[in-house]
Every structure is written in C-alpha cells, then in structure tokens.
C-alpha cells in the first residue's frame, strides 16, 4: 500500500484531481477578483436554492392544514379518560432490554432513526461520549445486519462505510467525537438519498416537519384535539379524517419513539403506533372507533406519565 | 554613469498575491477539492483564501512558509464549508457530485476509470475526512510531519496513528473492490 501511495500525486493529478488544472487566463481572473474582491462565481447554486423553496412551501402548506385542524377544543385537553386495561398491562412490562430497544424493523426506518439520534444536539450535549458509544454501537449492529440482506451494492456498500464510520464513533476521543459524527451523518444522509431511488423511503419523511410541534407533548394534545374534532375539513367523509389520524400519529408515535431515551415511554410511544395502525387499516366504521377511542385512553396515560414524570 | 548600491524595494501587496496565485493556486484548488469533493465549491474556496491572503499578509510574519500559511487558511476554510448548516442541510454532497461526474465522463475518461490510479484515488477521497487529510497532506502533497503537525495543531503522534489507520482503511477497501471484481 505504501509503495502505491508514493506515486499518488501523479495517480491524483491524472484522474480525480485533473480538473483542478488552472490556466493563466483562469489564475488572472482569480487575481482580478480577490483585488476586487468580488466573487467569480455563484455562491448559491441553484439545486440547494430550489430545495429550499420546495421545503418552505411545504412548511408553510403543512401549517396552514395543522392550524385549520386544531383549535376549537381547548375545554377538552385536560381531559382523563378512562384506564385501558389492555394498555395497563402492557404498562407494567414496559422495561425493555437494550437490545430489542436497537431492533429496526426496515432499512428506511434505520436511517431516518440514525439520522435523528445524529441530530439530537440534546443527547449529545448531555451524554457526550456515552451517547457517542450507544449511537455508534446501534449504527454498527444495524448496518451489519442490512447489508447482510440487501442485494443492491450500492447499498450494501454504503452501509459497510456507516458500519466502519460507526466504530470510529465508538472508540472516538472526547475531541473526536464531532468530526466522527459529521462523517457517520454525510455517509446517512448519502445512503438515504441512494435508497430512495430504489424507493426506500420512511413514511415519516413525508409527514414530519420538525417545526410543527415544539414537543412532543403538543402533538399529543394536538392529536387529542383531532380525535374530539367534530369537523373533517378538508377530508371529504369522516372515513377518510380518521385514517389520516391513524396515518399521522403513527408517523408522529414512531418518530418520538426514536427520539426518546426513557425506555417505559418509549413502549408507549411503540404502542401508540401500532393502535394508530388499526386505525389506518381498518374499514369497518364501529371497529375504527373502538381503536381511535383505545388511542385517546393510551395518549392520556403517555401524557400523564409525562407530566409525572417531570415531577 | 552611477555605479552606486542599486536598491531593491520589496514588491508590493499586489504584486506578492500575484506571485502566491502563480505558484499556489492551483495546488490550494486541488487541496480543496479532496476535502468538500465539488469543484465549484472549491473554486470559491480558492478565492476565499486568497481574499483573506490579500487582507492578512502585511501581518504574515514568516513563521512558517507561505505555503504552509495558505494550506493552513485552506484547511480553515474547507472544515467551516463542510460544518456549515448550509451544506449539511441542503447540499447534495458527494453523492450528486459522483453522479454528475459520472455522467461528465468521456469515453477516454472512463477507459481510464478502469485503472488502478483512478481506483486508488477514488478511494482515498473516499476516506473519512480526518484520515483523507492526513494522506493528503503526507502522500499528496508530500508535506513533513512537521509541516502537517503546524498545518493541522495536531501532535505527530496522532498524525502517524491517523496515517496508519487510513492506509489500513485504504487496504480494505482496495481488498475488498479485489474481491468484487
């Protein structure tokens, strides 16, 4: 290997690197504009600028449709229901194991996960190194075992880079750790916009706007509040309304779930999503209302628990 | 006829940046690009620096050599490229990048793909961000482990535990692209 790396120049020069070749035309100009300092070039290319206008509007859409959705059900938010006693006995075995707690059931759901848990300046601050470890720990185990079954080999290799990427977060110095990161978040972020093409997409990545809810307690009353709402606008049957309840908290269950640290809520959460599930699938009007009445029972418990647990 | 002391006055600010663009920028272009991997970003790179050399260097005081200040301000400014909100929320990175390249390949150029220098150099822009540096700066740019200690504030240990874990990675993946041919 060294004696392949002795020549790299040359090797650098001849492929990658050979654009980097300047002319005398192109070195007058770059003196020209440094004197006047005044750039030569675009600094905003025009892909990121669209990505922005993209994500602006649909911001702006998402919360013209959330604000039209709540509001008008204040009186019921501090409302308690009923214990469910299905929830109640899941309630009791809620300590899970580190574990199962890593288990992702898909390749899409593993990287938005990663990608929240690289983001989650939170957990970074307060745990630092730990956190560095748990994460870099779930990356490997998880990226071991996607590779193992996906066929495509840009993805298969892709996640052997996040796998290699993942040890060096577990074994990084205090001073290491956010230059370990960064390079763990560039090759996710990379492995997410590949597997999109072979149309591996998480669902939540089309209903989540990180600026919709602060937390994750005004989601919950948010979602209280379309439970009880008595409108249905804009959907054009109350069906429909309330498959998208179903759609929604799931997609909403799930993402707090991977945010969360505290194992008891985060079975909650889980078990949240699977009830809004139900609601999602199921046709039968009568049964659909068991469900969304089952779910407004479990988001009174999570809430309460919450507020306990803060105490 | 005077045959008196003829005196050189030192050249000017302008006529200094001139010089260090002739002898350097294409090497800043090209050091650039291994770290943000997009050459339109590099080329402003480029510029950036040498509107911070021309700013900065009636105060350069000759510490170090004015290659080694300019790759220092290089460094600087690629590390605030890549941890910029910018880049990392919306720049489509390397993935675009290596599509677009891709696409930009002539016949000639992919001929060339196939060989091992492209291979190699592929993978070493490949590496993780501190251990591609170290390489760089060590078998690139052929800087000593002094010069890359003052360019990079790292101590030479750190550096020679970066360069050999990167030739370590580097093997691997030259093993491993082997095994799939």
Same mark, same amino acid.
């Given at each position: 290997?060294?004696?392949?790396?002795?020549?790299? %120049?040359?090797?650098?020069? %001849?492929?990658?690197?050979?654009?980097?070749?300047?002319?005398?035309?192109?070195?007058?100009?770059?003196?020209?504009? !440094?004197?006047?300092?005044?750039?030569?070039?675009?600094?905003?290319?025009?892909?990121? !600028?669209?990505?922005?206008?993209?994500?602006?509007?649909?911001?702006?859409?998402?919360?013209?449709?959330?604000?039209?959705?709540?509001?008008?059900?204040?009186?019921?938010?501090?409302?308690?229901?009923?214990?469910?006693?299905?929830?109640?006995?899941?309630?009791?075995?809620?300590?899970?194991?580190?574990?199962?707690?890593?288990?992702?059931?898909?390749?899409?759901?593993?990287?938005?996960?990663?990608?929240?848990?690289?983001?989650?300046?939170?957990?970074?601050?307060?745990?630092?190194?730990?956190?560095?470890?748990?994460?870099?720990?779930?990356?490997?185990?998880?990226?071991?075992?996607?590779?193992?079954?996906?066929?495509?080999?840009?993805?298969?290799?892709?996640?052997?880079?996040?796998?290699?990427?993942?040890?060096?977060?577990?074994?990084?110095?205090?001073?290491?750790?956010?230059?370990?990161?960064?390079?763990?978040?560039?090759? !996710?972020?990379?492995?997410?916009?590949?597997?999109?093409?072979?149309?591996?997409?998480?669902?939540?990545?089309?209903?989540?706007?990180?600026?919709?809810?602060?937390?994750?307690?005004?989601?919950?009353?948010?979602?209280?509040?379309?439970?009880?709402?008595?409108?249905?606008?804009?959907?054009?049957?109350?069906?429909?309304?309330?498959?998208?309840?179903?759609?929604?908290?799931?997609?909403?269950?799930?993402?707090?779930?991977?945010?969360?640290?505290?194992?008891?809520?985060?079975?909650?959460?889980?078990?949240?999503?699977?009830?809004?599930?139900?609601?999602?699938?199921?046709?039968?009007?009568?049964? %659909?209302?068991?469900?969304?009445?089952?779910?407004?029972?479990? !988001?009174?418990?999570?809430?309460?628990?919450?507020?306990?647990?803060?105490? | /006829?005077?045959?008196?002391?003829?005196?050189?006055?030192?050249?000017?600010?302008?006529?200094?940046?001139?010089?260090?663009?002739?002898?350097?920028?294409?090497?800043?272009?090209?050091?650039?690009?291994?770290?943000?991997?997009?050459?339109?970003?590099?080329?402003? *790179?480029? $510029?950036?620096?040498?509107?911070?050399?021309?700013?900065? *260097?009636?105060?350069?005081?000759?510490?170090?050599?004015?290659?080694?200040?300019?790759?220092?301000?290089?460094?600087?400014?690629?590390?605030?490229?890549?941890?910029?909100?910018?880049?990392?929320?919306?720049?489509?990175?390397?993935?675009? $990048?290596?599509?677009?390249?891709?696409?930009?390949?002539?016949?000639?150029? $992919?001929?060339?793909?196939?060989?091992?220098? /492209?291979?190699?150099?592929?993978?070493?822009?490949?590496?993780?961000?501190?251990?591609?540096?170290?390489?760089?700066?060590?078998?690139?740019? $052929?800087?000593?482990?002094?010069?890359?200690?003052?360019?990079?504030?790292?101590?030479?240990?750190?550096?020679?535990?970066?360069?050999?874990?990167?030739?370590? /990675?580097?093997?691997?993946? /030259?093993?491993?692209?082997?095994?799939?041919?």
């Amino acid at each position: 290997m060294s004696d392949e790396l002795k020549s790299l %120049r040359e090797s650098m020069n %001849r492929t990658v690197l050979k654009h980097g070749k300047m002319s005398v035309s192109d070195k007058e100009k770059l003196y020209t504009a !440094v004197i006047q300092d005044k750039k030569v070039k675009n600094r905003f290319p025009l892909v990121p !600028v669209l990505s922005f206008v993209a994500v602006a509007c649909f911001i702006v859409f998402l919360g013209g449709y959330v604000f039209k959705q709540s509001g008008n059900f204040d009186n019921q938010r501090n409302q308690i229901a009923q214990d469910n006693d299905k929830v109640q006995e899941k309630d009791e075995t809620t300590s899970i194991s580190k574990q199962e707690n890593q288990q992702v059931p898909n390749l899409a759901s593993f990287l938005y996960e990663l990608n929240l848990k690289l983001r989650n300046p939170d957990m970074w601050y307060q745990n630092g190194k730990e956190y560095a470890q748990e994460v870099g720990e779930y990356a490997e185990s998880n990226s071991k075992q996607f590779a193992a079954i996906q066929k495509e080999k840009t993805i298969v290799d892709k996640l052997e880079e996040i796998g290699e990427l993942s040890k060096n977060l577990q074994q990084a110095a205090q001073n290491e750790i956010e230059e370990d990161t960064l390079n763990l978040e560039q090759a !996710v972020n990379q492995l997410i916009m590949i597997a999109e093409d072979y149309g591996i997409v998480d669902e939540r990545n089309d209903i989540i706007e990180k600026l919709e809810y602060s937390d994750m307690k005004s989601w919950l009353v948010s979602t209280k509040d379309s439970i009880h709402a008595e409108t249905y606008e804009p959907y054009s049957d109350r069906g429909e309304y309330e498959k998208h309840i179903g759609y929604a908290t799931k997609a909403y269950a799930k993402h707090y779930a991977a945010l969360e640290g505290e194992s008891a809520i985060k079975e909650q959460l889980k078990e949240i999503a699977e009830v809004a599930e139900q609601i999602e699938n199921e046709k039968e009007k009568e049964k %659909r209302i068991e469900w969304l009445n089952q779910l407004d029972g479990m !988001v009174d418990i999570l809430l309460r628990d919450k507020k306990n647990g803060k105490e | /006829m005077s045959l008196g002391k003829v005196e050189v006055s030192p050249p000017s600010k302008e006529e200094l940046l001139k010089e260090l663009i002739e002898l350097y920028a294409e090497s800043i272009k090209r050091l650039a690009y291994t770290y943000v991997k997009n050459w339109s970003a590099a080329e402003d *790179i480029t $510029q950036e620096v040498f509107i911070k050399c021309y700013e900065k *260097i009636e105060g350069f005081r000759g510490d170090s050599s004015y290659k080694t200040w300019l790759y220092k301000i290089t460094r600087n400014k690629c590390k605030d490229y890549l941890k910029s909100k910018w880049y990392r929320s919306f720049f489509p990175t390397d993935f675009m $990048q290596e599509r677009i390249g891709n696409n930009e390949l002539s016949t000639e150029d $992919q001929v060339i793909n196939k060989l091992e220098d /492209m291979e190699l150099s592929q993978k070493v822009l490949a590496l993780p961000t501190k251990y591609r540096e170290i390489i760089i700066l060590f078998y690139y740019e $052929q800087l000593k482990m002094k010069e890359i200690e003052a360019l990079t504030h790292l101590n030479v240990d750190t550096i020679k535990t970066r360069l050999r874990r990167g030739k370590k /990675m580097l093997q691997k993946k /030259m093993e491993r692209s082997e095994g799939n041919e």
